[in-house]
């Protein structure tokens, strides 16, 4: 099930909309394949006939997000595709968020834009930027023992 931190009017036409079962537990996706396919059959042919599949696919984002569940048409665990109806549609290869793509800096800065936490793509091309920003470390080396004068004690 999606939840929704805004109101939209196509969450309520999902047929994922009030049921359980579309998110995977933690147990099931320890499960051997052949079982969770079988077990989640129902709901992937259930996603396929959705009318809103393609913006369940945009607003979950299932590669980024590492998502565990159905979502387009699709069993999908730890963000991979493990099993697919036939005929689900084909999905794009790159999300646009507001302002740009996702893993680019621009889908970051959309992100940013639109007060949206970042996805995945998006928190990995974040922290590779920050720490490209900081620089490389830099280790102060002593100066050679032989190079340092000796100090004398006036007294």
Known sequence: MINSTAATTWLEQAACAGSEGYVLSAG???????????????????????????ECYDRVRPKGSQFDGVCAGRLWINGQEA???LGAPALPKSLVSRAGVC?????????????????????????????????AATIRKRGARSARRPVVAKG
Do not use: I, M
């Not at 320890?30 to 969770?36: F, G, I, S, T, V």
């Not at 996805?119 to 490209?132: D, I, K, N």
């Open 28 to 54: 099931q996706t320890e499960e051997p394949a052949e079982r969770l396919v079988k077990a989640v059959e129902p709901l992937v042919r259930a996603c396929l006939v959705c009318p809103v599949l393609k």
């Open 83 to 85: 099993a697919r109806a």
């Open 103 to 135: 893993g680019e800096p621009s889908g970051v800065r959309g992100h940013r834009r639109a007060g949206e936490p970042l996805c995945g793509q998006c928190r990995v091309t974040a922290q590779r930027s920050e720490s490209r920003a900081a620089g």
